[in-house]
């Protein structure tokens, strides 16, 4: 095996864990992807993890391109990051009053993501997006909004359509248990198509509060935007007096320090944000232009609140991870090896005639099993997941660990070395091979 600490893939204890904990909680997780559900095969357990890798409960080591699913930018339990929380956890793990850390936290993020002059913090990418819908309805005094197909925004009733991700990888066009009322204020158009966009803006003139969207795709696979469709974009919103909102919940401090919005030079008017802002610990913000966030209570009258919002902990690993990303050569560095694995994985698959297409920006990539190109969701859902499947299986049974979903993009972080990459391609070669 190319990167186990073990010569043989047992998974005796994760096969015991996850059947006791099907018992205890819906499909055995606390959220669906992690069940291993559109690939088959059960999910292993982890023990630890630490830099690039992680360590299941039988032994077996892997090398992680999940990531906690984006956050872990510095590598898993980052010993800085540590020490920092260590020092923090002294002082107390919520305050529930301010803290000056929260400062030190929206001083950084406003000085470096183009569109954000104030922040709001919460727990998660679900809490940011919830926000920050609401205030797009506040400012404008409208209630439809635009997303696109394919793209997730967390899982609040008024996104859950079209929303990719989980969701499309378990074939579920909706949720049940939202109401219709909670949807039919969103709109729902094809990813890169202005002209669709343009449309809903004719048909629904001045009802329209907002647009959101990932600005590089990472919950229908990897996509990357037409550098028109977001230019159109821009320029839609402000003709309709509608709010433009990048969803950098994955995007934020990955695609580049200033996020997606920096690395496209394109500025809208709001911008949420998670993962990474939070160095693994649970945080979400939601920020903009002042103008639009002097509407949060209690400066203003949209409410919205949290009792662990900007605990100090999470804070806390939040700066270090900051401090840590903004070192030179960091998103040289992810850029570096992140093209090097996923043209690896290309070369690999071609050589072995299979039809792929894929990209990667910074350290965020993803491939499809489809000849391409993929612009949008309907592209997406060409790709063959079966194979997808079998090639999930046999890179996990070889020690790396990719995300068990054709519909999600893969991440490295600053701990991934070139022999690690060296060690993914080879076990490519050996599943590539065989599937
Ligand atoms: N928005 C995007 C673009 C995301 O990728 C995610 C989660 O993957 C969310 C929102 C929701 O974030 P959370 O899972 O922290 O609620």
Redesign the pocket.
Known sequence: RAAAAVTEFVTTKSDKIFAEAQELMPGGVS?PVRAFKSVGGGPVVFDHVKDAYAYDVDGNKYIDYVGT??PAICGHANDEVNDALKLALENGTSFGAPCELENVLAQKVIDAVPSVEMVRFC???????MGALRLMRAYTGRSKIIKFEG?????ADP?LVQAG?GVATLGLPDSPGVPDGATSGTLCAPYNDAAAVAKLFAEHKDEIAGVIL?PV???SGFIIPDKEFLEELRKLTTENGAVLCF?????GFRIAYGGAQQYHGITPDMT?M??VIGGGL?V?AYGGKKEIMQMVAPAGPMYQAGTLSGNPLAMTAGIKTLDILSREGSYEHLEKITSRLINGILEIAKENGHAVCGGSISGMFGFFFCEGPVKNFQDATASDTDKFARWHRGMLEQGVYLAPSQYEAGFTGLTHTEEDIDATLAAAKIVMSNL
């Open positions: 959220s699913w984006g727990n998660s990418g679900t809490e940011a997006c793209c997730y925004h967390g899982h996104f991700s990932e795709v990472g919950n969803d950098e919940v994955m995007t949420t998670g993962k649970p979400g």
